[in-house]
């Protein structure tokens, strides 16, 4: 599943191709043709993300939303356009450039009201400029849940995935199972700043770094990571490797379905 900085960069991306032009808009699959015909062929107004959520505005009540799940992926390339391959949700195609949407877990046409309801549902976003970390704390400090299921709520904090959890934790020393209402109110806003540098880091380079320059391979003499995910982290999919601060074997376990990882010696249970 993507984490946030990777909608937050198609949002830019389509915003810089298709924004201010007409826009082709089908549905080779069929799936989307009914909400695909209300927009095709007029003028992309803007792109934007909240969380993992894409929104493509068109005008009012005409805002195509998409979510990718677990295997959607829009594939990109410069005109002309080819015969559609496999599944196509969605092709749009602009001046210059024309992309497919396959595999999304949600590709549809929204009203203003629609989109106002389900941003609603969704926790401030650090990526965007009018989030309210507030908003989360409130949640948080009046839940036993630990903040690592916290974390990856997206009712909560919006866009962080299972990478930005595990190391946000790891850089603020806080135990994955800490219960919400544990956490102190410094402690979140420094988290928070975090999040925001960290995952606005993440969505110029493509990728998630979160090492300190101190602990880089550069620094240290340490091979690179090698990991398809790419990107330096601390302890993210790193379980029984040493920590790259002070050496203990990277822990893991399964929390609510996902694999979660922490430094037992840098994040105790008690602070
Ligand atoms: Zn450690």
């Given amino acids: 599943m993507p984490e946030g900085h990777t909608v937050h960069r198609l949002a830019r991306l389509h915003q810089d191709r298709y924004g201010g032009s007409p826009v082709e808009v089908t549905s080779p699959q069929g799936r989307f043709s009914a909400g695909a015909s209300k927009v095709d062929g007029r003028t992309l107004c803007g792109a934007q993300a909240h969380g993992k959520h894409l ?50 877990a949600a590709c549809e046409l929204l009203t203003d009201d629609e989109v106002a309801t389900l941003r609603g549902r969704l926790g401030p976003d650090p990526l965007r400029a009018d989030a309210d970390p507030d908003r989360a704390f409130s949640r948080i400090s009046r839940s036993r849940t630990p903040l690592a299921a916290l974390l990856l709520d997206q009712s909560v904090v919006a866009g962080a995935g299972n990478v930005y959890r595990a190391e946000v934790l790891f850089r603020h020393g806080v135990h994955p199972m800490l219960p919400g209402r544990d956490l102190p109110r410094e402690r979140w806003d420094a988290m928070w700043a975090d999040l925001v540098a960290l995952m606005a880091d993440g969505v110029r380079a493509g990728r998630i770094d979160t090492v300190r320059p101190e602990h880089t391979p550069e620094a240290t003499g340490r091979p690179p990571r090698v990991d398809r995910h790419g990107g330096e982290v601390y302890v993210y999919r790193r379980a029984g490797l040493p920590c790259l601060v002070c050496g203990t074997p990277v822990a893991s376990t399964r929390l609510a379905g996902r694999n979660l990882y922490w430094c037992p010696t840098c994040q105790p249970e008690r602070a």
């Fill in 55 to 104: 929104f493509h505005v068109y005008g009012p009540d005409a805002v195509v939303h998409v979510h990718l799940g677990l295997y959607g992926a829009f594939r990109e390339h410069p005109l002309p356009v080819a015969r559609p391959q496999g599944q196509v949700r969605m092709r749009m195609v602009g001046p210059t450039h024309w992309t497919d949407l396959r595999g999304p």
